[in-house]
C-alpha cells in the first residue's frame, strides 16, 4: 500500500506576542513591508501617512517605539517575522545563506562527496513559510532546489571581468554582484563566482551531468538529511519548534487518482496499450498519412556526408536491429526523390540549399519530406551556428516541405536503433498521420494551449498556440505572435471558435492552456471575443507551469524510487494541485520507467464558468491535462506537460528565430516543427 509524505513540515509557535519596532522611513538594518501587511496593532493614523512602505526590525534602535504584535491574529506580517528568524537561525551557524527573489531563506549545504581541485559543489534547499490547504495554521515547506558550482579560486586569481560575473559568494552570503558595495566589489580575495555557462567556457570547466539519476530519490534523501542534521526537534529564533514527527503525511482522502485507463491508447486495428513504442510495433499506428497524395523523400546532406545518408536510407528501408523499417513501424511508404535530393559542400548550408530549392521544380501533387543530415547539432551554444537549423526549417516551409533533422554524430552510434522510432512518428505525424490517440470518448471542448519560447536567446519574447477541437490529439490550427500582442491572440482564438461552431454542433466550453497565471489585462480580449460572438460559452483558464514543480513534491514513500503512481495528484492551495505525470503506470510497476519527472503545478481561474468549483469537473479537467500528455508524438516517451503547451512553446520558438515573424499557411495547419 503506498505511504505518501509530502515536504511541508508543522511547527509549534511558541510565543504568541513579540516587540517589533517599526519605522516609517528607510534605516540600515531594517525590512521593508508593504503598509497593507502592516500588524493591526500598527498605529491606524501613521500608517494612512504611509505612502506604500514601512520598515521594521526585531532589534529596535534608540528612539524607536516598540509595538507588540500577536502573531496568531497577524498572519501577513507573522511570515516575515519568522522568514527572519529562519534566516538569522543559520547565517548565525556560519552556514551560506542567500534570500531569494520572494525572500524566502536559502541554505547551500557543501557536498563534500565531490573532489574537485577547481570547484565546490552545493545542494540548495528553500525554506519557505508556508500557508496550504493541507496543514491547519502555518508550515515550513523544505525544497531541494539542485546543486550549484562555486569556483575554488577567488576573483583575484581569475581573469574574469565584472561583466561575466552573476552571482558570487561574499563571505558567508550569496548575492549578485551588482549587488555588493562599491567597497565589497573591490574586496576581490574574498569574492568567489558561482558557475556559470560563460564563466565555464572562459575557464573550460566542466561541472558534469548526470541524467540517469531518479530525482525524485534524491529529492527525498536530501530533504530528509537536511530535516535531520538541522531542523529536527530544533527551536528557532525561540520561537517556533519543528515537529521531530518529521515530513507531514496526507489523509487518504486528501490523495486523488486520474480516472482509470485515463492513459490507455488506441492504436492501429483498435488494438490498445499504455506504452506508445509496444503499441506502435505490435498494431502499427492508429492512422497512416492520408492517400490522396504520394510522398516523396528528399535528402540534404554534406557532400562528404555520402555513407551517412546511404546508412540512414538502409535503417529507414529496412530496419536496424529492433527497428523494423519506416513502412513495418508507421505504414509511410519510403520512397526517394533523388533528383530533388541536395548536397553542400561549406559548413553553412544556406546559401548552397537556397540556391538548389530556387531551381527546382516540385509537383504539386506529391508531398516531400526532406531528410537533413546535420553537422550541428541544435541549441549550441554559438548563436550563429544555431540559427543553420531554423533557417533551414523556414526555407522548407517557405516551398511546403516539411523536415527531420538527424544529427550526423548519432548515425554511428551503435544505439541509433533507439533513435529510430522518435524519428518515424515524428515523421509519420508531419505526413498528416495519426501515431495513437487516447481511448476516450471524444468530448466537446475546444482546447487552446498558449506557451512561450523561454530560450531568451532572441530579444523580442514569442508566445505560442495550438488549437485542438478533440481529445484525439488532432489539431486545428498553430501560429505565434509578440508575447505582448493579446489582441492577435484574442483574434487568434476567436476565428478558431467560429470555426469550431461551424463544424461542430455544441462547444461545450472554452478550455485554455496557460503556460503561467493569466493576468487580468491577458484575460480580457478573450472575454471580449466571447460578448462580440455573443456567446454564453463557459471557459476556465488552466494555468500549467512550464517546468516542473520544485516547491511542492508528494512521495510515495513505500516505493523504493519514491516517486507516486502516475496520474495522482493532490490539492496544495484553494485553486492549486500537483499532478505526478510519469510512467509508474501501476502500484508495482514491473515497466522500466522512462525517467524520473517531478510534479506538474496546475491553477484554475474562471470568471463565467461556476462549475469549477465542483471537485469531479475539476478532477475531469485535470484528467484532460494529463491525457493531453500523452499525446505528444516527437517520440515514444511520454512528457509531463501536455501538448497544448509543448507545441505551442515549439512553434514560439521556431516562430522566434525565423527571419519571417509569419508562419506561412502551409505551416498553420501542420506539426511541422516535431
Not at 555 to 575: H, L, R, Y
Amino acid at each position: 500500500m503506498s505511504e505518501y509524505k509530502i515536504n511541508i513540515l508543522p511547527f509549534n509557535i511558541l510565543k504568541e506576542k513579540v516587540s517589533i519596532g517599526f519605522a516609517t522611513s528607510e534605516k540600515a538594518g531594517y525590512y521593508r513591508i508593504y503598509k497593507n501587511e502592516l500588524p493591526k496593532s500598527f498605529p491606524a493614523e501613521t500608517k494612512e501617512s504611509l505612502e506604500k512602505f514601512a520598515w521594521w526590525t526585531i532589534t529596535p534602535q534608540e528612539g524607536d517605539k516598540p509595538i507588540p504584535v500577536n502573531l496568531f491574529e497577524n498572519k501577513r506580517f507573522a511570515k516575515h517575522y519568522f522568514n527572519k528568524i529562519l534566516f538569522d537561525h543559520f547565517l548565525n551557524q556560519n552556514i551560506l545563506t542567500n534570500r531569494n527573489f520572494i525572500r524566502d531563506t536559502e541554505v547551500w549545504l557543501e557536498d563534500t562527496s565531490v573532489h574537485n581541485n577547481d570547484f565546490r559543489r552545493y545542494n540548495k534547499f528553500t525554506l519557505r513559510i508556508d500557508n496550504n490547504d493541507l496543514i491547519e495554521g502555518t508550515s515550513l515547506l523544505v525544497s531541494y532546489d539542485g546543486d550549484s558550482f562555486i569556483l575554488s579560486r577567488s576573483l583575484s586569481a581569475t581573469l574574469l571581468e565584472p561583466a561575466h560575473l552573476g552571482r558570487v559568494k561574499y563571505q558567508d552570503r550569496i548575492t549578485k554582484f551588482k549587488l555588493l558595495s562599491v567597497e565589497e566589489q573591490a574586496d576581490r580575495t574574498n569574492i568567489y563566482p558561482i558557475l556559470k555557462r560563460d564563466i565555464k567556457r572562459i575557464l573550460n570547466l566542466d561541472t558534469g551531468r548526470n541524467y540517469s539519476e531518479n530525482k525524485y530519490k534524491k529529492y527525498y534523501d536530501l530533504i530528509h538529511q537536511f530535516y535531520n542534521d538541522h531542523l529536527k526537534d530544533a527551536v528557532i529564533g525561540e520561537c517556533i519548534k519543528i515537529f521531530e514527527t518529521g515530513f507531514y503525511k496526507p489523509y487518504d482522502e486528501k490523495i486523488k487518482q486520474t480516472t482509470e485507463d485515463s492513459n490507455l491508447l488506441l492504436f492501429g486495428n483498435n488494438q490498445k496499450n499504455f506504452i506508445p513504442y509496444i503499441g506502435l510495433k505490435e498494431y502499427g499506428p492508429l492512422q497512416a498519412p492520408p492517400p490522396d497524395k504520394p510522398i516523396k523523400f528528399i535528402f540534404i546532406f554534406h557532400e562528404e556526408d555520402k555513407e551517412l545518408a546511404n546508412k540512414v536510407y538502409s535503417y529507414l528501408k529496412k530496419g536496424y536491429k529492433s527497428f523494423p523499417g519506416l513502412e513495418s513501424f508507421v505504414k509511410i511508404q519510403f520512397e526517394i526523390d533523388t533528383a530533388r535530393s541536395m548536397r553542400f559542400t561549406a559548413n553553412n548550408p544556406i546559401p548552397e540549399i537556397t540556391a538548389s530549392i530556387g531551381n527546382l521544380q516540385f509537383d504539386q501533387n506529391t508531398i516531400y519530406a526532406a531528410l537533413y543530415i546535420s553537422r550541428i547539432k541544435k541549441d549550441t551554444a554559438d548563436e550563429e551556428i544555431d540559427a543553420v537549423y531554423y533557417r533551414l526549417k523556414e526555407l522548407l516551409l517557405h516551398h511546403g516541405i516539411t523536415s527531420q533533422v538527424i544529427y550526423s554524430h548519432n548515425i554511428n552510434n551503435p544505439s541509433f536503433n533507439y533513435f529510430l522510432p522518435n524519428i518515424a512518428i515524428a515523421l509519420l505525424a508531419k505526413l498528416g498521420g495519426i501515431p495513437w490517440r487516447l481511448y476516450r470518448p471524444i468530448k466537446n471542448d475546444l482546447v487552446v494551449g498558449i506557451g512561450a519560447d523561454r530560450s531568451m536567446v532572441v530579444r523580442n519574447r514569442f508566445i505560442g498556440n495550438a488549437f485542438c477541437f478533440k481529445n484525439d490529439g488532432s489539431f486545428k490550427g498553430f501560429n505565434a505572435f509578440e508575447s505582448g500582442n493579446t489582441a492577435a491572440l484574442a483574434n487568434s482564438i476567436k476565428q478558431s471558435i467560429e470555426e469550431y461552431i461551424e463544424e461542430n454542433t455544441g462547444c461545450e466550453r472554452l478550455v485554455i492552456h496557460y503556460y503561467k497565471n493569466m493576468s487580468w489585462e491577458e484575460e480580457e480580449p478573450i472575454r471580449e471575443v466571447l460578448e462580440h460572438l455573443n456567446l454564453s460559452l463557459p471557459y476556465v483558464v488552466v494555468t500549467i507551469n512550464d517546468t516542473e514543480s520544485k516547491d511542492y513534491v508528494l512521495f510515495d514513500s513505500s516505493f523504493d524510487g519514491k516517486m507516486p503512481q502516475s496520474g495522482t495528484f493532490i490539492k496544495t492551495k484553494w485553486n492549486e494541485f500537483i499532478l505526478c505525470n510519469n510512467t509508474r503506470y501501476s502500484r508495482n510497476t514491473g515497466t522500466r520507467l522512462d525517467g524520473f519527472p517531478l510534479p506538474i503545478k496546475i491553477k484554475f481561474k474562471s470568471s463565467n464558468y461556476e462549475k469549477i468549483k465542483d471537485d469531479n469537473v475539476v478532477r475531469e479537467l485535470i484528467d484532460q491535462v494529463y491525457q493531453f500528455s500523452r499525446m505528444y508524438w516527437k517520440s515514444v516517451r511520454q512528457r509531463n506537460k501536455p501538448v497544448t503547451i509543448e507545441y505551442s512553446e515549439l512553434v514560439a520558438k521556431m516562430i522566434a528565430h525565423f527571419n519571417n515573424k509569419e508562419l506561412e499557411p502551409f505551416a498553420r495547419n501542420s506539426l511541422w516543427f516535431l
